[in-house]
C-alpha cells in the first residue's frame, strides 16, 4: 500500500524545459511534503519542502504547488539544466519534521543539451 | 569527511549469513533511521531510533534487526540474509523539530 504515490517514473526533457513531478498522498495527518534530490552514488538530500498552509513556495528554480483539497503537491523545475540530471523523490510525515518519512516510488529526471 | 557515514559501501554475501551494517554519525542528532531503496519502490523505512534507549520497527522490519550502540552510532543486522533483501540501505539522521534529514552515501548489499 503506496501512502505516497509519484509519477512519472522517468522523465527526458530538453535544456530550458520545465519538467513537473507529481504526488498524491492519502493520509491526512501528514502536514510536512519535502522533496529530496539524489544523484548516481550518493544519498538523498533535501531539496525543497512545503506546509499545508501554504499553497506555493519557491527556492531559486525550485517550485513546489500544494493542492490541500485534492491532496496532491507537485515539484516544477525552471529552466532545467543538464545538472538537474537525478532522481526526485517526494516525500511526507506527520508533526512537521523529517521524522519517519514516508517516500514516494521516486522519478528519475534526465535534462538533455 | 560525511557527516553520516556507512559501512561498508558494498558488500556480497551469501544466503543465510548474517550480516551487519553500520553507521556512525558527527551530526549530533538523536534521531536516526535505517531505509531501504529498491528500483520502482522508493524509499521504504526499517526501524528507527530517537535516542538511545528507544528503538521503533518501521514499515519493513521483518527479517532485520537494529541496535543503537551510542547516540552517534546506529547498526542494522540481517540474521540470515535472504535473495530478496538484495537492495541499497541508507542510514539517515535527524534533529528533533527539525525538518532536514541527512542521508550517508549507502550500502549495496547483494545477497546471492
Known amino acids: 500500500q503506496q501512502q505516497v504515490k509519484q509519477s512519472p517514473q522517468s522523465l527526458i526533457v530538453q535544456k530550458g524545459g520545465i519538467p513537473i513531478i507529481n504526488c498524491a498522498y492519502e493520509?491526512?495527518?501528514?502536514?510536512?511534503f519535502p522533496w529530496y534530490q539524489q544523484f548516481p552514488g550518493k544519498g538523498p538530500a533535501l531539496l525543497i519542502a512545503?506546509?499545508?498552509?501554504?499553497s506555493e513556495k519557491k527556492e531559486g528554480r525550485f517550485t513546489i504547488s500544494f493542492n490541500k483539497s485534492a491532496k496532491q503537491f507537485s515539484l516544477h523545475i525552471m529552466d532545467s539544466q543538464p545538472g538537474d540530471s537525478a532522481t526526485y523523490f517526494c516525500?511526507?510525515?506527520?508533526?512537521?519534521?523529517?521524522?519517519?518519512?514516508?517516500f514516494g516510488t521516486g522519478t528519475r529526471l534526465q535534462v538533455t543539451l | 569527511d560525511a557527516d553520516v557515514t556507512q559501512t561498508p559501501r558494498n558488500r556480497i554475501t551469501k544466503t543465510g549469513k548474517r550480516i551487519m551494517l553500520e553507521c556512525s554519525q558527527t551530526k549530533g542528532h538523536d534521531r536516526m533511521y535505517w531505509y531501504r531503496q529498491d528500483p520502482g519502490l522508493g524509499l521504504r523505512l526499517i526501524y528507527y531510533s530517537f535516542d538511545v534507549k528507544d528503538i521503533n520497527k518501521g514499515e519493513i522490519s521483518d527479517g532485520y534487526s537494529v541496535s543503537r550502540q551510542a547516540q552517534a552510532k546506529f547498526s542494522l543486522s540481517l540474521e540470515s540474509a535472504i535473495p530478496n533483501q538484495t537492495a541499497l540501505y541508507f542510514c539517515?539522521?535527524?534533529?528533533?523539530?527539525?525538518?532536514?534529514?541527512?542521508f550517508g552515501q549507502g550500502t549495496r548489499l547483494t545477497v546471492v
Open positions: 493520509n491526512t495527518a501528514f502536514d510536512y
Open positions: 539517515a539522521t535527524s534533529a528533533k523539530d527539525k525538518e532536514q534529514a541527512f
Open positions: 512545503i506546509r499545508p498552509d501554504v
Open positions: 516525500a511526507a510525515s506527520r508533526g512537521g519534521t523529517a521524522s519517519k518519512l514516508t
